[in-house]
């Protein structure tokens, strides 16, 4: 699959503690949530914050939300979903078949234009400790299905932190 030029989804630190905890927490089945923040002129995604939401299958390879915890995230939060997560705790490191039909029905024919991040495992201890804490990026993929170059992958990166030291 192409990586798409110019695009990138960027994590907050504040949001990549929270994925960690949850595909943690929930590492005998899919975890997965939706992804709050803002999208810039430029197409890219900037996530602030994560809402994890229950698997109401509760399935190690399959997941989906309620509509009525989406609504809630919505109301709660209106205008701030920009994507959605989910976890691949037998680590598959790429979009499942049914993925990429879900990502090309929301993007397309939804015109919904979220960013789908897949967390894949082992989520061991191995993984615990040499996160420190926070998601490592090489355990994220991105997609997002545009309409022209259909689907691509997306550039995952850590929000800088601007602190300066004086
Ligand atoms: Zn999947």
Redo the contacts with the bound molecule.
Sequence with gaps: MTIHQNARVVLSMDARKTLLHDIYQRRSI?ACGVLLGSTDADGNWHVQQVQPLPNTFNSAVY?EFAPEDLLEVELTHPGEIIGVY?S?PGG?AS??S??RENMQRVNQQQQIPWVWL?IYGPFNEALLQRADGSLPLASILAYHHYSQEGLQQITVQAEQNFRTEL
């Design positions: 899919e997941f989910h691949h598959f979009a499942s049914t993925d897949i």
